[in-house]
T-cell receptor, first 115, second 110 residues
């Protein structure tokens, strides 16, 4: 497995509380991504980063924010968690040398339950 | 807009039978297609990509631009092929992002 870890791996929280998920990589890859995985929806991109302090929105970014202050860390924050954000969250990384789309390597996932 | 369609949520086949997982895409530019696989209790990982034109674990996929398809095929299914399979679309010049389909759960029965 590529050097990608996610923390926590499981979390149960209550509606309205803030939650931060962490993705850490040891591969020094430029790109990092946050996805959510839901039955019937597959994987959907929440936010991604193409460098330190460089981030952009994905398909389902409402209710989520991200930060990347170091190459190795990409944080996903739910400012005020809602039950609709109950999901499995995956981090991925990718190097990009220009040209086409590069392979993405995935973390183990974080299972988040919002009660 | 980019879209990937995997029409089957679940595909059940017997061991030794041929397998075809369907994937259709919608994209007006030059597409880059991938298949990712998630085995039970393992991470999502790349299975193959169309530009490499290689066979991985006996699976192949051919990009058909006329039919906008990238179906995944294997002539003889094995029990260890049971997994969730995702088709994904990247766009040349699209910022190194992927659009995933909804996935197909393949179950190989003995």
């Amino acid at each position: 497995d590529a050097g990608i870890t996610q923390s926590p791996r499981h979390k149960v929280t209550e509606t309205g509380t803030p939650v931060t998920l962490r993705c850490h990589q040891t591969e020094n890859h430029r790109y990092m991504y946050w996805y959510r995985q839901d039955p019937g929806h597959g994987l959907r991109l929440i936010h991604y980063s193409y460098g330190v302090k460089d981030t952009d929105k994905g398909e389902v970014s409402d209710g989520y924010s991200v930060s990347r202050s170091k190459t190795e860390d990409f944080l996903l924050t739910l400012e005020s968690a809602t039950s609709s954000q109950t999901s499995v969250y995956f981090c991925a990384i990718s190097e990009w040398a220009g040209g086409g789309t590069d392979t993405q390597y995935f973390g183990p996932g974080t299972r988040l339950t919002v009660l | 807009a980019q879209r990937v369609t995997q029409p089957e949520k679940l595909l059940s086949v017997f061991k030794g039978a041929p397998v075809e997982l369907k994937c259709n895409y919608s994209y007006s530019g030059s597409p880059e297609l991938f298949w990712y696989v998630q085995y039970s209790r393992q991470r999502l990982q790349l299975l193959l990509r169309h530009i490499s034109r290689e066979s991985i674990k006996g699976f192949t996929a051919d990009l058909n631009k006329g039919e906008t398809s990238f179906h995944l095929k294997k002539p003889f299914a094995q029990e260890e092929d049971s997994a969730m399979y995702y088709c994904a679309l990247g766009a040349a010049g699209g910022g190194n992002k992927l659009t995933f389909g909804t996935g197909t759960q393949l179950k190989v029965e003995l």
